[in-house]
């Protein structure tokens, strides 16, 4: 607020027109998150902002209102979107316990970036679309909800390089992480969402290696150190894994396809 205070003071100084005037004011004074960073897009998200940095859901952590959308357990494709890129920006998707946003349980971890992704500020039709077909555990709940955390490993330095040391999240030394929740979702499954023991591993078939700075390998394989990390997107989708993460599942956020990723 203080920047902005010094520059509404020089622009009252110069000899602009009225409207000019109005224009200059709310340039100074839009919220910064409304031009970064990533978030949700199907299922929706809790906030449309790109910009949550305060974990896991921002303003809305534990705010279930809302009529929940239901899902099924298994294989769900789901879609998020970038509207600032950061070279080797990896994501983390987590599902919330039921009716509280506080520890989730782990859903797929080391989700690389796309270094192809070139979006335009503000402009939302320009947005990077990410999609991937994700496992939704069997368990019953009435207002679960996906997370997902994507550190800013561009910003850490050496230690986000091959052979560096990392930053850790949550809670940890990744000390830019933007943050983006779903809207509540109902799970039609059996196993009580209190009562399911999260697996707190990667799928086996994931990768624990991607491409770091230089086109060099980065080990990927512990959990919650993030290094940069990125991977081949062909559109939406992530080309160097297991063809099951491109196939197109659950009727909820495949609509728009008219073509399915996967070979056949």
């Given at each position: 607020?203080k ?13 602009v ?12 004074f ?16 809790r ?6 940095k305060s ?19 298994g ?18 998707i ?16 080391h ?10 500020r ?25 997370h ?9 330095g050496?230690a ?36 399911y ?20 390998d980065?080990?990927?394989?512990e ?10 997107w062909?559109?939406?989708?992530l080309?160097?894994v ?10 909820m ?8 990723p996967?070979?056949?």
């Amino acid at each position: 607020l203080k920047n902005q205070v010094v520059w509404l003071h020089m622009i009252r100084k110069q000899p602009v027109s009225g409207m000019l005037f109005v224009f200059f004011l709310a340039l100074l004074f839009i919220p910064e998150n409304v031009v970064s960073h990533s978030r949700w897009k199907c299922p929706p998200p809790r906030n449309p902002s790109t910009g949550i940095k305060s974990g896991p859901c921002g303003r809305e952590t534990n705010d279930f209102s809302g009529e929940p959308l239901e899902i099924s357990p298994g294989p769900m494709t789901v879609s998020w979107e970038e509207s600032i890129t950061h070279t080797g920006a990896p994501w983390r998707i987590s599902l919330s316990q039921d009716g509280s946003d506080d520890n989730p349980c782990l859903i797929l971890d080391h989700i690389p970036h796309n270094e192809l992704s070139n979006p335009s500020r503000r402009i939302e039709s320009t947005y990077t679309n990410y999609s991937i077909t994700i496992d939704i555990p069997d368990v019953s709940c009435e207002l679960c909800s996906l997370h997902f955390a994507n550190p800013m490993t561009d910003k850490i330095g050496n230690a986000g390089s091959p052979n560096g040391a990392g930053c850790t999240d949550p809670d940890g030394s990744c000390f830019s992480v933007y943050h983006s929740c779903t809207v509540p979702l109902r799970i039609l499954g059996s196993t009580p969402r209190d009562d399911y023991i999260c697996p707190n591993e990667n799928p086996e078939d994931w990768p624990t290696v991607w491409r770091g700075d230089g086109n060099i390998d980065v080990d990927t394989s512990e959990l919650n150190v993030y290094r940069r990390e990125s991977g081949l997107w062909d559109g939406d989708w992530l080309m160097d894994v297991h063809e099951r993460y491109r196939q197109l599942s659950g009727s909820m956020c495949t609509s728009h396809y008219i073509i399915d990723p996967s070979p056949s």
